[in-house]
């Protein structure tokens, strides 16, 4: 198993950064595929980026091609959302987990979640 806890939420302005961050505990978290999402109030949870158990393979979806950059440190059990240009309808709670299939592609099972860490971007 796995355990995860996010943070660096917040406030930003449109056009302004913020790097999430998810700590993780347990002796396999380098063969877990790790996937950010996120979930506006009323909207469905959908996915963000992923990364796979070496890093070599990364997803995003469209909306935020070219802006979010997904990474890990396997040696310190970390997880990042780098998330440049952010807009207001990025706002919303996010969430990383993990993909014991090592994937961590967007069709892959997730049965490990984090709380989540709010965004909230003013415009």
């Known amino acids: 198993q796995v355990q995860l806890v996010e943070s660096g939420g917040g406030l930003v302005q449109a056009g302004g950064s913020l790097r999430l961050s998810c700590a993780a505990s347990?002796?396999?978290?380098?063969?877990?595929?790790m996937g950010w999402f996120r979930q506006a109030p009323g909207k469905e949870r959908d996915f963000v980026a992923g990364?796979?158990?070496?890093?070599?393979?990364?997803d995003y979806a469209d909306s935020v091609k070219g802006r979010f950059t997904i990474s890990r440190d396997n040696a310190k059990k970390m997880v990042y959302l780098q998330m440049n240009s952010l807009k207001p309808e990025d706002t919303a709670a996010y969430h990383c987990?993990?993909?014991?299939?090592?994937?961590?592609?967007?069709?892959?099972?997730?049965?490990?979640w984090g709380q989540g860490t709010q965004v909230t971007v003013s415009s």
């Open positions: 987990a993990a993909d014991p299939t090592g994937r961590g592609s967007p069709g892959a099972p997730y049965p490990y």
């Open positions: 347990g002796r396999t978290f380098s063969s877990y595929g």
């Open positions: 990364i796979s158990w070496s890093g070599d393979s990364t």
